[in-house]
């Protein structure tokens, strides 16, 4: 019964609180609004998600960034329910998981929801073969049918030459890739990564954040990606999530929350990352009116969804020193030297209603 | 409450329960005692139907497979030896009755060390009787063993069993709770089975310390089997026994060295299949 806009995962208002007086250390940070620090102070409790609400919809990459502490890692347990939320609700493709049976909650995990974890976790005595097949196997799949969808599997990853190697013969990138075939193995439309890439080095980390995406993108899976990197986030989430202390204190694209950082932790967060790929036309342009020095219907035209970096190569270019962008033959704003100065610097207000 | 009249009053509760049982139980002790033997028994005459120098040959061919060619030869040679010495039939009863009692130790062991280390809680009832086990000395079960069970090679297994049994619970508990977390969620995201999860998962990670359990309870059933000797167990321990009583230092030294060599032996084997089963 999902028909395309039911979200895949829908997570409402979703607690976990740890300890044995939960449910009276939610009902006081409602009414008293307590931090983190008095909660356990004064219940012994720890906080792990806050009240957290969000929903992937098909075909998206979500990251969630957080520092360690912050509750990814808790708030992506719950979402195939290896951790029972303290309160709250989260629906797959619109069914309610906390009602789920034991053997309807395993057919879930075995077909709809995979999982990639941090340290991988290969069965060292398997081969990456019987590795990647795992899933498939416990499923009850027949041997030569598991053997053909497993290989074909790593080798989507690139591995199809290491099939009967040992897990310790691999480099940490290529047991990760192999983590990430066993996930696709058995197909599922929701793939879990937590903080799969983070013990990488920076090249290898780099590479396989653009293999992702461009598999997870091609086979039409969603996933929810976990990671304490904003750069890996921005690399591969369509839409990031900020989350501190448990709760989400920011949702949207990288480039909303690069140039619309929520509040001062967000802001602090976002002050190294570059700009210039990231914020668009839209995000750096003045008002058309704003602009005289030369009629507008002179300038050279470009998109919404320009970069920076394409803006400066247009703006160097135009004997006005300035660029229109126009959506739809109509025009929305202009870019100038200044404009695109003060968006790269950050406190640029974008124009009402820019994208 | 005058303390030592409580205590004699506790004493003569354990002396009397005691004689109750013996009374009662009688029928169930005699089966106890007649199954032990008989398995003993049909193991040991199994064992003594090979030559000395066949059985020298196979367990040099297994210590030459899991410890190369020279740990072979040592040991056929050592059992060779122990047939020089005049005491084969007593070193195959010796190693047969650590073998029965090893077995029956693991048969009541494992399950229980299974069950200790999915549940923490029970870890922590069964720890302390373990402990008193452990640390009592150990000819105290053969007070028990005998007035149940009667002189014989029974009681020498009884009382093995129990001294052998503690560390097959805690080292095959140990390998069950120290599965790595990951390993634990990645049975659970991927809608494993718990019959799979315990085959597939559980029980590679655990296997080495199974082995190491193995390793223990066997060498501890040895150092009880030679006490044993004092119950009438027959084997080595045994002779040592007689041997001292009669002053015969020249056997009890040969006992003594066919025991030794036996228990290298075992101890190199058992531990061997341990090392073997690590995963890397």
Redesign the interface.
């Known amino acids: 019964m999902t028909d395309a806009d039911t979200p895949l995962i829908e997570c409402r208002n979703v607690w976990k609180v740890f300890g044995e007086r939960a449910r009276e250390a939610i009902a006081s940070i409602r009414e008293r609004h307590l931090g983190k620090r008095e909660v356990l102070t004064e219940f012994g409790c720890v906080v792990g998600v806050h009240d957290a609400s969000f929903a992937l919809k098909k075909g998206e990459i979500f990251c969630i960034m957080g520092l360690s502490g912050s509750g990814k890692s808790t708030l992506l347990r719950l979402l ?1 329910r ?1 951790i029972e939320p303290s309160l709250g609700e989260v629906l797959v493709k619109g069914r309610a998981i906390n009602g789920l049976s034991k053997t309807e ?7 709809t ?3 990639v ?5 290969l ?3 398997r081969t990456v073969l019987e590795n990647a097949a ?2 498939l ?3 009850g799949i027949p041997a030569a049918e598991r053997r053909r969808i497993a290989t074909d599997a790593l080798s989507r990853v690139g591995l199809g030459d290491w099939l009967d190697r ?1 897990p ?1 013969e691999l480099s940490g990138g290529m047991q990760q890739r192999v983590g990430l075939a066993r996930a696709i193995a ?1 197909d599922p439309e929701i793939i ?1 990564m937590d903080e799969p890439f983070s013990a990488l080095d920076p090249l290898i980390r780099r590479q396989l954040q653009d293999e992702f995406r461009a598999l997870t993108k091609s086979l039409g899976k969603s996933a929810v990606f976990i990671t304490h990197d904003l750069d890996e986030a921005i690399r591969i989430g369509d839409r990031i999530a900020i989350m501190k202390d448990g709760a989400m204190i920011q949702v949207g694209t990288a480039e909303e929350i690069v140039m619309n950082p929520a509040d001062q932790y967000v802001a602090d967060f976002v002050a190294g990352i570059s700009r210039i790929h990231l914020v668009k036309a839209g995000s750096v342009m003045m008002p058309p009116a704003d602009f005289t020095d030369a009629p507008t219907a002179a300038l050279e035209q470009t998109g919404l969804d320009a970069d920076i970096d394409a803006l400066i190569h247009l703006v160097l270019a135009s004997p006005h020193g300035a660029v229109a962008v126009s959506e739809d033959g109509d025009l929305r704003g202009v870019v100038t030297a200044r404009t695109l100065l003060e968006g790269l610097k950050g406190d640029h207000a974008p124009v009402a209603g820019a994208a | 409450m005058d303390l030592t009249a409580f205590i004699k009053d506790f004493d003569k509760a354990i002396d009397s329960a005691m004689s109750w049982a013996t009374d009662h139980g009688g029928l169930l002790f005699d089966l106890v005692r007649a199954a032990l033997e008989r398995f003993f028994d049909l193991v040991t005459s199994g064992l003594l139907l090979l030559p000395y120098w066949a059985a020298a040959l196979v367990a040099g061919a297994i210590a030459a497979r899991s410890l190369g060619w020279k740990a072979g030869i040592a040991t056929a040679a050592g059992l060779a030896f122990c047939q020089m010495m005049d005491l084969w039939s007593e070193t195959v009863e010796t190693m047969c009755l650590v073998l029965v009692s090893v077995l029956l130790a693991i048969l009541i062991g494992a399950p229980l060390g299974i069950l200790a280390g999915y549940r923490p809680r029970l870890s922590q009832t069964i720890d302390p009787v373990l402990d008193l086990i452990q640390t009592l000395p150990p000819y105290i079960y053969l007070l028990p063993s005998i007035a149940f069970l009667g002189y014989g090679p029974a009681t020498a297994i009884a009382a093995t069993v129990i001294v052998s049994v503690p560390p097959v619970i805690r080292l095959v508990a140990h390998g069950f709770r120290s599965t ?1 977390v ?2 634990v ?2 049975g ?6 718990p019959r ?1 999860a315990f085959l ?2 559980r029980l ?1 990670f655990a296997l080495p310390s199974i082995m190491a359990g193995v390793n223990q309870s066997l060498m501890m059933a040895f150092g009880m089997v030679v006490i044993a000797g004092i119950v009438g167990s027959g084997g080595l321990g045994e002779t040592i026994y007689g041997a001292v009583r009669k002053l015969d230092i020249a056997l009890s030294v040969n006992a003594a060295i066919a025991i030794v060599i036996l228990t290298i032996i075992i101890d190199r084997i058992s531990q061997s299949a341990a090392a073997h089963r690590r ?2």
């Not at chain 1, 974890?117 to 976790?121: M, P, R």
């Not at chain 2, 659970?188 to 089975?193: C, N, R």
Request: hydrophobic residues 45%; negative net charge; without cysteine.
């Open positions: 195939n290896l909650l395993r057919d879930l995990r075995a077909r929801i995979g999982m974890f941090q340290n991988v976790a069965i060292p005595t795992f899933g196997e416990v499923q040992y310790r058995a879990l | 790595p990951e390993f969620e990645l659970e995201a991927t809608g494993t089975a799979d597939k998962i590679p995963p890397a």
